[in-house]
């Protein structure tokens, strides 16, 4: 479980395909690789991930099938950029919101507006995701915890501070770039609590 605080941006050093999917190996700095094992879960652009060797500065990660056809990674090339998160403790101090790491939809940004200290990201999804998001609401994008400024039909808006900025892969996006949405996931449960129960 995860907080949607970026804790570092990471580089993929290199990317090939294998027989269940697809492994990558990223770069990161020492103060980052100094905090991981091998077995550990870290958010890849949101997707929760395992590190299953470290060499040097650099871990590699598995990724599966299924992971490929429902995120973004499948689209990671090497030289890129990918915000990264460690797994919180139960000291933890929990910052962003409750993050999974299982995505739910691949949204695009369809327009960014440069205001006096900060950036407005319209960002479309699919209709049916709409009933997840309210007004001032969380939602996580690429891994980064985020609040709902406006919420349309088939898009929502959110502005990001300048540290948010600098911190993340939200600098270098641009129109057209495909993000990993993940829903908050306790209007998730409530409307599973909510639905009737079908009896056999």
């Known amino acids: 479980m995860f907080t949607g605080l970026i ?17 990558i ?4 700095s020492s103060q980052f690789i100094e ?49 990264m998160e460690l797994a ?12 999974q790491g299982h995505i739910d939809a691949i949204g695009q940004i369809i327009q960014i507006v440069n205001a006096y200290s900060y950036k407005e990201f319209y960002i479309s999804y699919q209709l049916e995701y709409k009933k997840y998001l309210v007004p001032t609401g969380a939602i996580t994008v690429d891994g980064v915890s985020l609040t709902t400024a406006e919420i349309f039909d ?6 990001l501070i300048p540290h948010t900025l600098n911190n993340t892969l ?27 129960n079908k009896k056999n």
């Open 25 to 28: 190996i990223i770069a990161a």
């Open 170 to 196: 939200f600098l270098e996006y641009k129109v057209g770039d495909k993000v990993n949405l993940e829903f908050d996931i306790i209007g998730k449960y409530i409307e599973q609590m909510l639905k009737p």
């Open 154 to 159: 088939r898009n929502f808006k959110v502005a």
């Open 88 to 99: 919180i403790t139960l000291n933890t101090r929990l910052g962003g919101h409750i993050v």
């Open 7 to 23: 804790e570092e941006k990471g580089k993929i050093i290199s990317s090939k395909i294998t027989p269940t999917g697809k492994q």
């Open 35 to 83: 905090k991981i094992k091998i077995g550990d879960s870290i958010a890849i652009n949101g997707v929760c991930q395992t590190a299953i060797k470290i060499e040097g500065n650099n871990f590699y990660t598995d990724i599966m099938q299924e992971s490929l056809k429902k995120t973004t990674l499948n689209n990671l090339l090497p030289k890129q950029n990918v915000n």
